[in-house]
C-alpha cells in the first residue's frame, strides 16, 4: 500500500534535515510511537491538525505542503518567493517570467542535491 501522502512528505523532511523518528518526535513535542505511526506503510495514522501546524512552523514550510507531491521548496515561508507569487498572480504578462523562474530554481535545486549525493559517496568511499 505505501506511505500515505502525509507521511511521504514528512519522511521526504525528515531525510532532508537528516532526522529520525526520535529527533523529530523531541522536536515536535509528540512521542516517537507517534512518529512511527505517521510514517507507517500499512496502516498509518494521521497527526492533528495542530501537530501538522507545528510540523510546518518548524521546517519553515506551508501546512499545503503535506497534501502535495510538490517539492519541499514551492511551500517555504520566504519573502523572495512571496513577491514572486504577487508577480505571478498580478500581471499575467509575466507569466512567462515566472515560470523561466520557477524552473531556474528547481533547476539549482537539483545540480544541488546532485553534488550533495556525489560528497556523500566520495565521503563514504574515502571513509
Not at 104 to 113: D, M
Not at 117 to 124: G, T, V, Y
Amino acid at each position: 500500500m505505501g506511505l500515505s501522502n502525509f507521511g511521504m512528505q514528512l519522511s521526504r523532511l525528515m531525510d532532508e534535515e537528516g532526522l529520525n523518528n526520535s529527533e523529530i518526535a523531541r522536536i515536535l513535542g509528540v512521542s516517537r510511537q507517534s512518529i512511527a505511526n505517521y510514517l507507517d506503510e500499512v496502516n498509518p495514522s494521521f497527526p492533528t491538525t495542530e501537530t501538522v501546524s507545528t510540523i510546518a512552523k518548524h521546517f519553515e514550510i506551508t501546512e499545503q505542503y503535506f497534501f502535495s507531491n510538490l517539492p519541499r521548496y514551492f511551500f517555504k515561508k520566504m519573502k523572495e518567493h512571496e513577491q514572486f507569487i504577487i508577480n505571478f498572480f498580478d500581471e499575467p504578462d509575466n507569466f512567462r517570467s515566472c515560470i523561466e523562474e520557477l524552473i531556474q530554481v528547481h533547476t539549482e535545486k537539483i545540480a544541488t542535491q546532485k553534488l550533495n549525493e556525489k560528497r556523500s559517496k566520495r565521503a563514504i568511499s574515502v571513509g
